[in-house]
């Protein structure tokens, strides 16, 4: 179980996909406008990265490691082209707001980087636990930068629920203050470099007080221990 | 004749930072106090604003940093920053853009790089751009110099207007800009701008309202005395020595010849180098803005590229860009290849040879 609590951890914190590793970057920064964009994009990935993950695994004793890398990248343009299809019968609407991302999905160097440092040289369980848990990472930060650039933004949140959720969301967007002139540096792209910068900034900050935090507990073990011999 | 002997450093420190950027908010008043008899009370509001959030965010944000925050904030710069990004917004902009504009301008471009001393971009023009991309249309609200307008804003309603968004008529900012005779006032470089985008001449665009009562055809009335102003304002840095020469020379004579060139190959379509300089904001930001000695290249061939860059950069940017005005974007934009340009212009070291080539291959 420990594993899986490990694989949990690294993806969803310690090597986050976008806060640590920065790949996937190009659709982090261009869809992240809404949250409703970032869930549908991040959905998107982790299917894509849980599918690809575990086709990686079982094929792993199957592909030579010369040839491997067209195979992967193959295999993950399949699980692409699968999540287009389906998102195009099912939320056409959040289809044509994401576009061009979702083939680029394929691009996402966070999925690649995965086949290859991980499903490729793990069982079929812990691949799939892999990818599940990278692609929640992912999610997470594309959702936590899209509500932050609504919000800033438009002053909505939410907004555009029920392309992703059908007509049960028509309720969902909260309008949390009217504004009659957007703050449009949050919407436009150099808003989402400033947000990211800001969320890795956050995120060294925690890191870095936990550091300090364990570096004193340790500092008090240490000073007793002086203490008993002397 | 007595010998003294004392330790190094010998050169005695002239000025402190408090003292520089004291210098400078003086030689920025007349033209303060300029701005507000042309364009009425707005600046008031403006600076007091500006000054107060960047005061506050300053302060608030070293306390986090646990820094001394008096010793920090009595350094004036924070006030310098807020002053400069004031006098280039509309001076009926709504409050809480101007707070927007300062606390990015504090927080976000000159905090968080490390402070004084250590902020990359020039923190006031991160501030106007911060603005300008975020609320083009408010940020381009000027109202026409009081002289012109019909009914100039009392202190009362310029506060209302700041604040609520309405005057105590009721109205807002774009009715009030467009009651003097029913035609909207621009800027003159909104003017020339949108009428060379209307397929008029140059000079046929200086023909509008804008344009009359000023010391010259191409002088937009109120803004070029306020050129002036901050002209008179830089002459009198480079007097006391607070600024060096180099940037706003270079900077001036590169707008004059890049605007020059251009209003040769053309004279019905690029505007005359005059009008260039005295619209705008280029002279404010040759002395003012473009001799941030932080965010500014720091030697003096350094000095001159840079300079002459931004005035080239201004005069493309409004030539063929967008946006009416670049100062801000020019700064930023060298801002950037500051570090490139010290690279390459270090000073040679005393006593070590001319023949760099040689001494590089070594």
Known sequence: ?230 | MKLYLSSSPHQRVKRDTSQVMRLVIYAMLPAMILQIVLFGWGLVFQAGIAVLTAVLTEGGILLLRQKRVERSLADFSAVLTALLLAVSLPPTLPWWMTVIGTFSAIAIAKQLYGGLGFNMFNPAMIGYVVLLISFPVAMTMWLPPVAMMADPLTFSDTARLIFTGYTSAGFDITQIRSVSDGVTMATPLDAVKTGLAEGRTYSEALTQDIFTGAFASSAGAGWAWLSLAYLAGGLGLLALRVINWHIPVAMIASVALVSGLLHISDMDYYASPLFHLVNGSVLIGAFFIATDPVSASTTNRGRLIFGAAIGFWIVIIRTFGGYPDAVAFAVIIMNMAVPLIDYYTRPRTYGHGRKKSQAQKR
């Open chain 1, 1 to 230: 179980m420990s594993q899986y609590q490990d694989l949990a951890f690294e993806g969803m914190w310690k090597n986050n996909p976008a806060l640590v590793q920065l790949l996937g970057l190009c659709p982090l920064l261009a869809v992240t406008a809404t949250v409703i964009n970032g869930l549908g994009l991040g959905l998107a990935t982790t299917a894509v990265l849980i599918g690809s993950n575990i086709t990686v695994s079982l094929v792993r004793n199957i592909v030579r490691s010369e040839i491997r890398i067209p195979v992967f990248v193959m295999i993950i343009a399949a699980f692409v082209t699968i999540i287009q299809l389906l998102m195009n019968a099912f939320t056409y609407e959040l289809y044509l707001a994401l576009g061009i991302f979702i083939p680029l999905i394929v691009t996402n160097c966070a999925i690649i980087g995965r086949a290859e440092a991980f499903a490729s040289k793990n069982s079929v369980l812990p691949a799939a636990f892999d990818g599940l848990m990278m692609g929640a990472g992912f999610t997470a930060v594309l959702m936590l930068l899209g509500g932050m650039r609504e919000v800033l933004g438009s002053g909505t949140l939410l907004a555009g629920a029920d392309r992703l959720f059908g007509p049960v969301a028509t309720n969902w967007p909260i309008q949390i203050f009217s504004a009659e002139q957007p703050f449009l540096l949050a919407i436009l792209p150099p808003g989402a470099f400033i947000g990211m910068g800001l969320l890795i900034a956050a995120k060294n900050m925690l890191d870095n007080r936990a550091a300090t935090k364990q570096a004193t507990a340790t500092e008090k073990v240490t000073r007793i221990r002086v203490t008993a011999e002397s």
